[in-house]
């Protein structure tokens, strides 16, 4: 994992729920109802005119109705990648057996506080924190994978 990895983290969480309202936005649209008024009268003399409110199923506009279902399956193609992303790098997270390592990524990545303020809620020096992750990500793991 790195950096630029974990970065991504509160950014996916983001997206995540922007797609959602997206793809909430459209499910609405694809059964987006006409509403229209018509003119009506009783059966039998005297006759009362009334005007009466009607409403259904827009079927004539079906090409914009096949367009939204289309964004829609594009937009939970992206919903399900960016969800399988998220779910990588909380994985990840969960499975650093360093509880220092952990909080730093916690703190840094799923709570988003600058390096300054990890510093602080650790008890250290502003820069110790960054310069401890760093040595962590290029651990012998991931060196060797750099050199293939």
Known sequence: MTKAELEQLLDLRKEICELDARVEKLQRDRGRQAVDKVRTSTKE?????????????DETDKKHR???TES???L???QQQAVEAEYKISQYIKSIKDSRIRRIISLRYEEGLSWGKVANAMNC???YPEKLLSKYLEGPENRRKRRK
């Open 45 to 57: 003399y005297p006759y009362i005119y009334t005007t009466k409110t009607i409403s259904g199923i």
């Open 72 to 74: 829609e399956i594009l």
């Open 76 to 78: 939970l193609r992206r």
């Open 66 to 68: 096949r367009e939204l």
């Open 125 to 127: 020096d502003r820069t």
